[in-house]
């Protein structure tokens, strides 16, 4: 079949890797794309939002199916656009209804639904700017540090958590009253600090059926021992070794089985991947958010450890017949280190040329900000490569993804030495 998938990043180019695995994938599509899925499939020029030029391709090109990567598309509806739309209603799009994507697109309709559905969560409240004086007296009522979260997607930059009470209070006004993440912080959720250790659970699911794949730890600060700005993510590790079966079996009857019962209650469509982001609080998992996608860099673990046929994975997903396939995992560990541009996640230069890529062998190199000129890849983002390696254990596959970044260069490259470091 011809598959499209849409989204840049890492996460893309691991999914497109392994989507091309299959013996029913005759032809990958891939907007926008980066280098390295130039270098498999072919990249369209095409703005993901813009659902109208998508209809135009897919039915110029024959697509069959359309794999949705990054939460924005499907927060603004694109399975629904497929669906109501007669010439694209029986072209399956893997990924949640418009409702669904809530669980991301909307804090406060996911902390609804985890209320709902008792599912566990950190204990919150909801405000907005007429009742931010109200915020603030909630505020003093919670324990130092104080964790504001905008209500809507705020490209992962609209969570603060802060030690001080009256910076708490001046940061609930910023967002409230002047905007500070637009929109999206029309609405702030405050939610009770948890102090654990944190867990991403992925789910595949066809709404009914529901498949665990393996978990993965994501580093997301800049700095050596979790210091500085909060990124997309420096790196992951998967299996994530403290995740042992009786926490799994806690996961997956508090968490993961009230969630897709409670998508099915409510009527909610849902064909895609459920990221849901947990904190272990004294053995018990709590969740703090969900998202509607994969995780970006965790898919370049979790990916290259599922052994069966992703297309045929997504077709079930499809037909709602996830029940009938078994999911095989590697028991080889894997690891994965980005490379970052100098100076991000704040400003940095792009254009870099990068050089060694065909030197690594016994790791895998997934793209993510990268493109292709005159016959050169030159970086074009923050987060740049994915070095991702196999190993009996996590020790094992870092010192690969360590060895291997040795023979790559770009100018100002950046990345974390102690990925991994934190679980030995
Ligand atoms: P998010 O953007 O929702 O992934 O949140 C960013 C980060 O904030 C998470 O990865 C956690 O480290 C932290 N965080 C979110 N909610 C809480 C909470 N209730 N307690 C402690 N840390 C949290
Ligand atoms: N790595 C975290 C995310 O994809 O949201």
């Known amino acids: 079949m011809t598959i499209l998938l849409l989204g840049s ?66 927060v603004l509806g694109i399975y629904d656009f497929f669906k109501n739309d007669t010439d694209l209603k029986n072209i399956p799009v893997i990924g949640p209804s418009k409702v669904g994507a809530q669980l991301e697109g909307s804090k406060e309709f996911a902390k609804q639904f985890l209320v709902k559905h008792n599912i566990p ?123 042992d079966a009786i926490l799994m079996e806690k996961i997956e009857t508090r968490i993961v089985r009230p969630t897709i019962d409670g998508l099915k209650k409510e009527g909610i469509e849902y064909k895609g991947f459920v990221f849901i982001g947990l904190i272990i609080v004294k053995g018990e998992p709590i969740v703090i958010e969900y998202n509607v996608r994969m995780g970006d860099p965790e898919t370049e673990v979790v990916i290259p450890r599922i052994k069966t046929d992703l297309v045929e994975l997504f077709q079930a997903v499809a037909n709602e017949k996830l029940d009938t396939v078994s999911l095989e995992i590697d028991s080889r560990s894997a690891t994965t280190v980005m490379l970052v541009s100098g100076g991000y996640p704040e400003e ?57 970044i040795d023979k790559l260069h770009f100018d100002k490259m950046y990345f974390r030495t102690d990925i991994g470091l934190d679980l030995l």
């Open 121 to 243: 969560t950190a204990g919150y409240n909801s405000f907005t700017a007429t009742t931010v004086e109200k915020g603030c007296q909630f505020l003093e009522t919670l324990q130092s540090p104080y964790v504001l979260k905008a209500d809507g997607l705020a490209a992962g930059k609209g969570v603060l958590i802060i030690q001080d009470l009256a910076e708490a209070k001046e940061e609930l006004r910023n967002m409230l009253v002047n905007q500070k993440f637009g929109q999206a912080s029309s609405k702030v959720v405050i939610e009770e600090f948890l102090d654990g250790i944190e867990l991403s659970c992925f789910v595949l699911t066809d709404g009914k059926n529901y498949k665990i794949l393996p978990t993965a730890k994501d580093y997301k600060r800049i700095g050596e021992g979790d210091s500085g700005l909060n990124t997309g993510g420096m790196g992951a590790v998967s299996p994530v070794p403290f995740a």
């Open 9 to 74: 990043g890492g996460r893309e180019h691991a999914l497109a890797w392994k989507m091309l695995q299959s013996d029913k994938c005759s032809k990958l599509f891939v907007a926008p794309g980066n280098a390295g899925t130039a270098s498999i499939a072919t990249n369209l020029n095409l703005n993901i939002l813009d659902f109208e030029a998508i209809k135009k391709v897919v039915l110029q090109e024959n697509i069959e199916m359309v794999v949705v990567g990054p939460e924005d598309p499907l």
């Open 348 to 404: 940095y230069e792009k254009g870099k040329a990068i050089t060694g890529i065909e030197n690594i062998t016994d790791s895998i190199v997934f793209h993510a900000g990268t493109k292709q000129e005159n016959g050169q890849v030159l970086s074009n983002g923050g987060r740049v490569l994915a070095i991702t390696s196999y190993g009996d254990n996590f020790q094992e596959a870092i010192k690969k993804s360590y060895q291997n």
